[in-house]
């Protein structure tokens, strides 16, 4: 594996990150307060209270509550808002938790021992003096002197000097400050006696020390804390330091001893959901002796590589590592050498003493694989805990981002009164409800009919399998946890006797996954099938409104309609079920004593698997599965049900609002897109860290703003940007923008996914507006510039335009900025997206504002007489396909050459002009122009008519 070389963060980097943390975290409160203020206060009037309660029911605002109150965790149980992330040092090796620190921190400053003691949780942190003292468990100092004899929790803070305190367990002061002459803490500081383990006030008091430390000014504490499942209090001592401001916490495991039964009780318990905190698992005493290496006629690299992948595949197998990661690519699991490191410090410190450095000596040193390695533990430990900052920025924000544009979608269907499309929609979800009640039933049915069949499976798995189960049983290996000195030798023999079923139990569940896949859950597969084809036909009916897209989602959760997802979802679960049931199915067969040591003995264990085998009934195992089937399509049909009627009653809702709620929902829907776009601009400064746009890289210009390319880290172009100046009044229709860019997922339009908001002077009331979206390679007018493209390929472009324009129109939007400046196209020319933020609104929004370039305006928005509608869109769509038939990108409509300059903005429309037909223009092409263009609005074609004509001209030429 190889190690590459670590990037050292500059010292106090975390310092700046917490600030901006805590900046972020108090925006994310503010902008769910007021969400919630709005909903409560401003809509409940503007609402009828039945659809304000139905809302707020459907929001779910607590989820969200709770995660961003999960930010502000560590002031809730005690500790100050100055408190700083922990790295929590957990695990049942405790020299191994030892030498880490101290290397960590570049010293002896924690004492090591390979006997286990009972002890105190200890936090190390920064401070320009060493003490300790003892404090509570909130943080009071207890006395003014240290207890040596009783354990306590130990912190370690940076110092000049390294201090000793305990504090009580209400934090006050115990004793005097003391100052060590050594710059160890010594284990009589921090271990209890053991008739004071029970003692809760000695074990809930601190020992707090602090220590002068480079790794500690990066603003980080660590805490070693005591272990986990020997003691009640101290259980809840570490637990409770894992609940302090933003845990780092870090699993340290032997890699000799591997995942014991107490690292798992372990792992169990700091992975609880409501602690919440991610884990990285350090594997230290990596380093192979050559004697152990010619004992094993292995290499010492295969040694290591087998010590670090059986650690890594059992915490795979466990699921606290995603199956899909390697030891590569995870980026919480490292394995690590301290004693090598140890060396490495202790030999430099002997050359500094005696003056004597080898700067060869030393740099081989430095290049050597565990202390190369070493420092890329502390950069990756760093960048874990400045991810955890990013992950619950983000997750935060997302979760009110859902809730905010939730609102919007909702809103923007009510204040639009689409009452027919709802009452497609509610026949539509009769329709489905109605099928899946019928497959649901013909589902429960089919397993049970297909029960005979599954007997004669079990049967031919007894029969054909159970030669070749016998043989692996023979050559099974016991696991390290079966056999440990204490246990007596009934015990031993229990152990190996509960490997052998378990191994069994999975070859019988194995059995039946490809009988199930290709036999009776194949004919419950296609008729889920048949379900999703229904909804692909309820999709074409009602994916022209952006609302709808929401609603459909909720559709496909409470089934996994692919054939891949079906297989691996419930049939892993019923499979999990089934070796829960095997056991209680089987009759207890008992143990054989008095035998040789069952670990060598193969008959033993033959004998043993053959009983084993011998008690399964195969109808009570057929009677198992078919009732954790008919449990999982039950659970499904029931989520299912609660989704769509949840479903059902919105539409119901929206279609009995009131003129008047309408009309203030109007006024109301900007305020709710100006938060999205506030609480958007948080998530995404953490999204796109570290991107920046690349000023050199524009990709095109438009009325107000201009496109740019966007850099990722690493410099390499990843994103496009619009960079737009906004006024702060403007900013409400920008945020409507972005909100609708960001939640239409349409092939045809421009999906944002980011945005920045920059102030540009404290003073001002100016800023600039970044919003990022898919890379691209130009505008269609630079395009055309550029390239020389056929005329087909160009009037295909001209037909994606019209493809967008219906789908915002049937969502009752107009885009008002329509022009091939305006039309974005990738490298292959196969992606064409009109970016849908000229300003894109409900027509039940619109005002007299419009920023199309004046050659595109309608004549009746020139003169200023209407308002713009799905007609106007439609105008500029007619102007654009002479622009594309032309094909050059340079030359313009004769009325428009002939002008000084563009002039008034209003000028060209007022005129009422409109271009002249070009040579070779075909008759159908021009027809559809003029009636784009007609000067009266009611006599242009609708953007689907306007599609379907372009598609019938597209597809006539050669």
């Known amino acids: 594996m190889a190690i590459p070389q670590a990037e050292a963060q500059p010292i106090g980097f975390l310092d700046e990150e917490i600030a901006e943390f805590r900046s972020n975290r108090d925006l994310i409160k503010e902008h769910l307060d007021t969400t919630q203020r709005l909903l409560t206060e401003s809509f409940s009037k503007a609402l009828s209270p039945e659809f304000s309660a139905k809302l707020k029911e459907s929001l779910k605002f607590e989820?969200?509550?709770?995660?961003?109150?999960?930010?502000?965790?560590?002031?809730?149980?005690?500790?100050?808002?100055?408190?700083?992330?922990?790295?929590?040092?957990?695990?049942?090796?405790?020299?191994?938790?030892?030498?880490?620190?101290?290397?960590?921190?570049?010293g002896t400053f924690v004492a090591q021992s390979q006997s286990p003691c009972t002890a105190r949780v200890t936090r190390l942190?920064?401070?320009?003096?060493?003490?300790?003292?003892?404090?509570?468990?909130?943080?009071e100092q207890i006395g003014d002197s240290q207890s040596p004899c009783t354990a306590r929790v130990t912190r370690l803070t940076y110092s000049d000097r390294i201090y000793v305190l305990v504090r009580s367990k209400t934090g006050e002061q115990i004793g005097?400050?003391?100052?060590?002459?050594?710059?160890?803490?010594?284990?009589?500081?921090?271990?209890?006696?053991?008739?004071?383990?029970?003692?809760?006030?000695?074990?809930?008091?601190?020992?707090?020390?602090?220590?002068?430390?480079?790794?500690?000014?990066?603003?980080?504490?660590?805490?070693?804390?005591?272990?986990?499942?020997?003691?009640?209090?101290?259980?809840?001592?570490?637990?409770?330091?894992?609940?302090s401001f933003l845990p780092i916490i870090i699993y340290v495991i032997d890699s000799n001893s591997g995942i014991t039964i107490a690292v798992q009780k372990d792992l169990k318990a700091i992975q609880l959901p409501e602690i919440g905190a991610e884990v990285f698992y350090l594997i230290t005493k990596m380093d192979v002796s050559r004697e152990t290496a010619v004992e094993s006629s292995s290499t010492t690299e295969q040694?290591?590589?087998?010590?670090?992948?059986?650690?890594?595949?059992?915490?795979?197998?466990?699921?606290?590592?995603?199956?899909?990661?390697?030891?590569?690519?995870?980026?919480?699991?490292?394995?690590?050498?301290?004693?090598?490191?140890?060396?490495?410090?202790?030999?430099?410190?002997?050359?500094?003493?005696?003056?004597?450095?080898?700067?060869?000596?030393?740099?081989?040193?430095?290049?050597?694989?565990?202390?190369?390695?070493?420092?890329?533990?502390?950069?990756?430990?760093?960048?874990?805990?400045?991810?955890?900052?990013?992950?619950?920025?983000?997750?935060?924000?997302?979760?009110?981002?859902?809730?905010?544009?939730?609102?919007?979608?909702l809103f923007m269907d009510k204040a639009t009164n689409i009452k027919e499309s709802n009452l497609r929609k509610k026949k539509a979800l009769y329709q489905i409800k109605s099928l899946e009640q019928e497959i649901h039933q013909q589902s429960k049915s089919i397993v049970e009919k297909n029960r005979d069949e599954l007997l004669r499976q079990a049967g031919r798995f007894f029969a054909e399998r159970k030669p070749l189960i016998l043989d692996e049983v023979r050559a099974l290996k016991y696991?390290?946890?079966?056999?440990?000195?204490?246990?007596?030798?009934?015990?031993?023999?229990?152990?190996?006797?509960?490997?052998?079923?378990?191994?069994?139990?999975?070859?019988?569940?194995?059995?039946?996954?490809?009988?199930?896949?290709?036999?009776?859950?194949?004919?419950?597969?296609?008729?889920?099938?048949?379900?999703?084809?229904?909804?692909?036909?309820?999709?074409?009916?009602?994916?022209?409104?952006?609302?709808?897209?929401?609603?459909?989602?909720?559709?496909?959760?409470?089934?996994?309609?692919?054939s891949k997802d079906f297989m691996l979802g419930p049939l892993s679960i019923i499979l999990r079920k089934m070796k829960h049931f095997i056991k209680l199915i089987v009759k207890n067969p008992g143990l054989v004593l008095s035998m040789s040591s069952p670990v060598e003995d193969e008959r033993w264990k033959e004998y043993q698997a053959d009983v084993y085998l011998s008690s399964v009934s195969k109808e009570n195992l057929v009677d198992c599965l078919i009732t954790s089937l008919n449990g999982w399509f039950e659970n499904q049909h029931r989520e299912f049900v609660e989704k769509i009627t949840s479903s059902e009653q919105l539409v119901e809702k929206s279609m009995k609002l009131t003129e008047?709620?309408?009309?203030?929902?109007?006024?109301?829907?900007?305020?709710?897109?100006?938060?999205?776009?506030?609480?958007?601009?948080?998530?995404?400064?953490?999204?796109?860290?570290?991107?920046?746009?690349?000023?050199?890289?524009?990709?095109?210009?438009?009325?107000?703003?201009?496109?740019?390319?966007?850099?990722?880290?690493?410099?390499?172009?990843?994103?496009?940007?619009?960079?737009?100046?906004?006024?702060?009044?403007?900013?409400?229709?920008?945020?409507?923008?972005?909100?609708?860019?960001?939640?239409?997922?349409?092939?045809?339009?421009?999906?944002?996914?980011?945005?920045?908001?920059?102030?540009?002077?404290?003073?001002?009331?100016?800023?600039?507006?970044?919003?990022?979206?898919?890379?691209?390679?130009?505008?269609?007018?630079?395009?055309?510039?550029?390239?020389?493209?056929?005329?087909?390929?160009?009037?295909?472009?001209?037909?994606?335009?019209?493809?967008?324009?219906?789908?915002?129109?049937?969502?009752?939007?107009?885009?008002?900025?329509?022009a091939l400046s305006n039309v974005w196209v990738n490298e292959d020319l196969n992606k064409v997206k009109l970016a849908p933020f000229g300003i894109v609104k409900c027509y039940s929004h619109n005002n007299q504002q419009t920023t199309s370039i004046p050659v595109y305006l309608a004549p009746e928005i020139a003169t200023g007489r209407s308002s713009p509608d799905a007609s106007t869109d439609v105008f500029s769509l007619g102007i654009a396909l002479w622009y594309l038939f032309e094909g050059t990108g340079r030359r313009h409509p004769e009325y428009v050459e002939l002008l000084p300059s563009f002039g008034p903005i209003q000028l060209p429309g007022a005129q009422d002009r409109r271009p002249k037909r070009l040579p070779g223009m075909p008759d159908q092409l021009w027809s559809l122009m003029e009636r784009c263009w007609s000067g009266t609005p009611d006599s242009r074609p609708s953007a689907e008519s306007a599609a379907d004509s372009l598609r019938q001209i597209v597809d006539s030429l050669n």
Request: net charge neutral.
């Open 125 to 139: 942190t920064y401070s320009d003096r060493i003490y300790v003292l003892v404090r509570s468990k909130t943080g």
């Open 303 to 409: 040694i290591e590589e087998e010590k670090a992948e059986r650690v890594f595949s059992k915490l795979q197998r466990l699921g606290y590592i995603s199956p899909n990661e390697t030891r590569d690519t995870c980026n919480k699991f490292l394995c690590v050498s301290c004693w090598e490191v140890r060396r490495f410090r202790r030999k430099k410190e002997l050359m500094i003493k005696k003056n004597k450095l080898d700067p060869e000596a030393l740099k081989e040193m430095e290049n050597s694989k565990w202390v190369r390695r070493f420092e890329e533990v502390k950069t990756r430990i760093l960048k874990f805990a400045q991810d955890q900052f990013r992950n619950l920025i983000v997750s935060s924000g997302g979760g009110l981002r859902r809730i905010q544009s939730e609102i919007l979608t």
């Open 63 to 106: 989820p969200v509550r709770q995660k961003v109150n999960q930010l502000y965790r560590g002031n809730q149980t005690g500790s100050s808002d100055s408190s700083k992330p922990c790295i929590i040092i957990v695990g049942q090796t405790k020299s191994g938790k030892s030498s880490f620190i101290n290397e960590l921190l570049g």
């Open 660 to 818: 008047k709620e309408r009309s203030d929902i109007k006024a109301l829907y900007p305020r709710v897109a100006r938060l999205h776009l506030l609480t958007m601009d948080v998530t995404s400064k953490y999204k796109f860290r570290g991107f920046r746009i690349d000023t050199e890289g524009k990709l095109g210009s438009a009325a107000q703003c201009d496109m740019f390319r966007v850099l990722n880290e690493i410099g390499e172009p990843t994103l496009a940007a619009k960079r737009i100046i906004s006024c702060e009044t403007s900013l409400d229709d920008i945020a409507t923008e972005v909100y609708h860019s960001s939640a239409f997922e349409h092939p045809n339009l421009v999906h944002v996914v980011g945005v920045r908001l920059h102030k540009r002077r404290p003073e001002e009331n100016w800023y600039t507006v970044e919003i990022y979206m898919e890379l691209m390679l130009c505008d269609a007018w630079t395009l055309m510039q550029r390239y020389s493209l056929p005329v087909k390929q160009r009037l295909k472009i001209g037909l994606r335009i019209a493809t967008s324009l219906q789908f915002l129109h049937s969502s009752e939007l107009v885009h008002q900025d329509v």
């Open 479 to 562: 696991s390290e946890s079966v056999i440990s000195a204490d246990m007596s030798q009934k015990d031993i023999e229990k152990k190996c006797v509960d490997e052998i079923h378990a191994l069994i139990n999975d070859r019988i569940i194995a059995s039946f996954c490809d009988f199930l896949k290709d036999g009776a859950l194949k004919t419950c597969q296609n008729d889920f099938d048949r379900l999703k084809q229904v909804v692909a036909e309820y999709e074409k009916d009602v994916e022209q409104t952006p609302a709808y897209q929401v609603l459909k989602k909720t559709l496909l959760v409470g089934y996994s309609l692919s």
């Open 176 to 243: 005097d400050v003391q100052y060590l002459e050594k710059p160890t803490i010594e284990e009589d500081l921090v271990k209890l006696k053991d008739e004071d383990r029970e003692n809760d006030e000695l074990i809930s008091s601190t020992v707090e020390a602090g220590i002068k430390c480079e790794f500690l000014r990066h603003g980080i504490d660590i805490i070693d804390s005591p272990g986990l499942n020997e003691n009640s209090s101290l259980d809840s001592l570490t637990l409770g330091a894992i609940d």
